[in-house]
């Protein structure tokens, strides 16, 4: 009897997918960081009320470019628009697509509180400048990573190209995703867990712990430093004020004086502010990146559950496949049913025996199948920690 064919991977079946869909194929011998550089310039309000940023691609050097490449983006640089959401998409995309990459995090879509910002106010220039580097940094740290380089799409997402988004968002791939989510979400515990990646997981989520205990200290510490900065900025007002209306020449000077000190005093709570500020954009960062490698431990988990699935489904298949040949199906629905009509006949017996035979066999394949999956991920995890222990 032939051994029928392993499963196609879904992660190998969703990438000839995107193979297919793409229309311009290239073939980049390095990462595309070393050569290529993209920087947001300046973002712009939509009709709809949206955020749009300008991103621009310019290649540094034109001998290190593949030729296909040279001549997609030419010698000057690229200009196209491309919305939070599009970024969102494009991190989406690369983490179900590359399930063993580190896949850099993106800064935050909305402000976090902070009570020097009016609460609601979406168009905050500070915070659009901070998270148009967040988003410049990110598609530059994918540019230098040498596996999510090499994507087509990512390409495609620095082009130009108005039909990117609805070649990367197929049904099929939203599908995925949701699964995906839903996977992440899902509780389970694994029989066998790999002890490196439960460390690495359990380092993660007490970086991020620390981290956020951290941040939540620096916040409290800045609203009571603004809070002490605003009261003197309302007491010189106060003061100037009262300058005004006060008849003795003497205690007017003194009462100016005061106020002057007051306004000095409390002209610095917007550099203080700031310089706090942009240390909770790297705490955030941190916490982005433990996000990422927690992420990063579940997939490789979610391998190492569906092979212990497939080890309890062939256990289960060679038990079923005992008890038809010895005809001892114990208390259950099928040993009443034989007892009460007999057993099966010859014809049924070897039928059923092959169908087995045939489960297992396709199990098996899985399984060897997933195994190998399992392998190449804890290899690719092990590199891209050692590369990210680099990089830092």
């Known amino acids: 009897m032939a051994e029928p064919a392993a499963p196609e991977d879904p992660q190998q079946q969703l990438q000839t997918q ?14 595309s960081g070393r050569y290529l550089r993209v920087r947001i310039a300046d973002q ?10 300008v991103v621009e691609t310019r290649v540094l050097d034109q001998e290190a ?55 609601g106010q ?22 230098c990573h040498r596996r999510l380089s090499l994507c087509q799409q ?36 694994l ?32 609203a009571r430093h603004y809070r002490i900065h605003r009261l003197h900025s309302t007491l010189g007002g106060i003061l100037s004020d009262w300058c005004g209306l006060e008849e003795d020449p003497a205690f007017a000077d003194a009462l100016q004086t005061a106020g002057h000190y007051m306004d000095v005093y409390a002209s610095g709570a917007d550099s203080a502010v700031g ?29 190492v559950l569906k092979a212990e699935q497939l080890e309890d489904a062939i256990a289960a298949k060679r038990d079923e496949k005992r008890r038809v040949e010895t005809d001892s199906y114990g208390l259950s629905l099928r040993g009443l049913r ?31 199948t997933a195994r190998q999956c399992l392998d190449a991920g804890c290899a690719s995890v092990d590199s891209e920690m050692a590369d990210f222990q680099a990089q830092r």
């Open 275 to 303: 310089e706090d500020d942009e240390l909770l954009n790297r705490l955030r960062e941190a916490a982005g990146f433990c996000d990422s490698v927690a992420g990063l431990c579940r997939r490789l988990e979610l391998k």
């Open 65 to 119: 470019t593949p030729q296909e490449l040279r001549d997609l983006l030419g010698s000057h640089a690229l200009q196209t628009c491309r919305y939070y959401s599009d970024f969102d998409l494009l991190r989406g995309f690369l983490e179900l697509k590359y399930p063993d990459c580190l896949i850099p995090p993106l800064p935050d879509k909305l402000s976090s509180y902070a009570p020097w910002k009016i609460a």
């Open 154 to 189: 990512v390409v495609s997402f620095l082009r130009h190209d108005s039909e990117w988004r609805l070649r990367v968002f197929t049904p099929a791939i939203g599908q995925q995703l949701d699964a995906a989510i839903s996977a992440r979400s899902a509780a389970f515990r």
């Open 18 to 31: 995107s193979e297919q869909q793409q229309p311009v194929q290239l073939s980049l011998p390095k990462p």
């Open 122 to 143: 979406k168009f905050d220039q500070d915070f659009l400048d901070n998270r148009r580097f967040g988003l410049e940094l990110f598609i530059n740290r994918v540019l």
């Open 191 to 222: 029989r066998s867990p790999l002890p490196a990646v439960a460390t690495m997981r359990t380092n993660a989520a007490a970086v991020r712990a620390a981290v956020q205990a951290v941040a939540k200290a620096y916040e409290q510490l800045v």
């Open 338 to 368: 034989t007892r009460l009509f007999g057993a099966q006949d010859a014809e049924q017996k070897r039928a059923a025996l092959y169908q087995l035979e045939t489960d297992i066999s396709q199990l098996e394949a899985g399984l060897a």
């Open 44 to 53: 712009e309000r939509s009709p709809d009320d949206r955020v749009a940023y």
